[in-house]
C-alpha cells in the first residue's frame, strides 16, 4: 500500500510563493507518474501539472509559467513550487501517484491566497 503525505500548505498573499511537498512511502516512487490536482470549493478537481517516471512535465494551461513540478526520486517525493500566487490559487492541493492502472492519492495540503 503507498502512502502519500503533502505538506507545505498554508495561507500566503496575493504575489507570494509556497512550495508544496509530496512524500510518498515504498519503493515504486521512481516507476510512478505523478501529478497535482487542486480543488477550490464547489468546483470539480483539476489537474495542475504532472510529471511522468522519465521526468517529462506537462500543466495546466493557466498555470504555465507560474508553477513547476518536480520529483526527487532519491527522496521519494515530488513538488510544486507556486510563484505569483493569485486568491484564485486558493484549493486543497492533493497530490496522485498512478503506476498501472493502480492510483493513489493523498491527503490535500490547504493553500489560501488572500490578503
Known amino acids: 500500500q503507498v502512502q502519500l503525505v503533502e505538506s507545505g500548505g498554508g495561507l500566503v498573499q496575493p504575489g507570494g510563493s509556497l512550495r508544496l511537498s509530496c512524500a510518498a512511502s515504498g519503493s515504486i516512487f521512481n516507476r510512478a507518474d505523478m501529478a497535482w490536482y487542486r480543488q477550490a470549493p464547489g468546483k470539480q478537481r483539476e489537474l495542475v501539472a504532472a510529471?511522468?517516471?522519465?521526468?517529462?512535465?506537462n500543466y495546466a494551461d493557466s498555470l504555465k509559467g507560474r508553477f513547476t513540478i518536480s520529483r526527487d526520486n532519491a527522496k521519494n517525493t515530488m513538488y510544486l513550487q507556486m510563484n505569483s500566487l493569485k486568491p484564485e490559487d486558493t484549493a486543497v492541493y492533493y497530490c496522485?501517484?498512478?503506476?498501472?492502472?493502480?492510483?493513489?492519492w493523498g491527503q490535500g495540503t490547504q493553500v489560501t491566497v488572500s490578503s
Open positions: 510529471i511522468i517516471s522519465g521526468g517529462t512535465t
Open positions: 496522485r501517484l498512478r503506476i498501472g492502472v493502480s492510483l493513489y
